[in-house]
């Protein structure tokens, strides 16, 4: 059977880890303490309040998406609020009436 290379060198530091290692390695579950583990299990979006917004496709001219863009994250969320407050200020019309 071939010797396994350690994974650190005379001075401690830690070599590349090679596909070959991974079987070795065991999974965090079984040498980690449950309290640690806790700490970091996925915790998921939670449950939604509503479908509240549907995706769509929408072309947009290039200085309305630079502008957008340019407040940085979360621009999709501030072009949605510009467009509800449009809809707010301007009624539509009644059916067959457009």
Do not use: C, Y
């Amino acid at each position: 059977m071939k010797k396994r290379s350690a994974l650190t060198d005379p001075e401690g530091e830690v070599r590349e880890i090679t596909k070959e290692d991974m079987p070795h390695f065991k999974p965090a579950s079984e040498v980690l303490p449950s309290a640690f583990l806790k700490q970091f299990k996925p915790r998921g979006r939670g449950p939604k309040k509503a479908p509240t917004k549907e995706a769509t496709t929408i072309r947009l001219s290039k200085s309305v998406l630079q502008t957008f863009r340019a407040m940085g994250p979360r621009w999709q969320t501030k072009l949605n609020s510009v467009l509800e407050e449009w809809v707010r200020e301007h009624p539509s019309p009644p059916k067959g009436k457009v």
